[in-house]
């Protein structure tokens, strides 16, 4: 496994998380790599939520979350995060890292496409509920 996504639980509606995606440095660097969160809740397809460029100067959000998901990344300790806040019960779902975008993220239809990314975490369960 190149990515490790961690930091999922169970948290109340307007409660907040933080997610990691970190890299074994030995397999894969991170920082060479533009970087994504997606989710897929039971039910329904994989979802594009945030990405940031390799250097962190660029970042892209879903309107879904925009406002309330913040995507940021250190590159000297080789993880990307997801702070999560005002989480809703619709914000339930298994979520991933992927990095490493075949095509620039910089079109929509590209950043927003699982398929473009060569790396994959295995996910973490977040659960907004009362």
């Known amino acids: 496994v190149q990515l490790q996504a961690s930091g999922g639980g169970l948290v109340q509606p307007g409660g907040s998380l933080k997610l990691s995606c970190a890299a074994s440095?030995?397999?894969?660097?991170?920082?060479?790599?533009?970087t994504a969160w997606f989710r897929q809740a039971p039910g329904k397809e994989r979802e594009f939520v945030t990405v940031i460029s390799k250097t962190g100067g660029t970042t892209f959000t879903a309107n879904s979350v925009k406002g309330r998901f913040t995507i940021s990344r250190n590159n000297a300790m080789n993880t990307v995060y997801l702070q999560m806040n005002s989480l809703k019960p619709e914000d339930t779902a298994v979520y991933y890292c992927?990095?490493?975008?075949?095509?620039?993220?910089?079109?929509?239809?590209?950043?927003?496409?699982?398929?473009?990314?060569?790396?994959w975490g295995q996910g973490t369960q977040v659960t907004v509920s009362s």
């Open positions: 440095a030995r397999t894969l660097t991170l920082s060479n790599y533009d």
């Open positions: 992927a990095a490493d975008p075949k095509r620039s993220i910089l079109a929509k239809r590209n950043r927003e496409d699982g398929g473009v990314y060569e790396y």
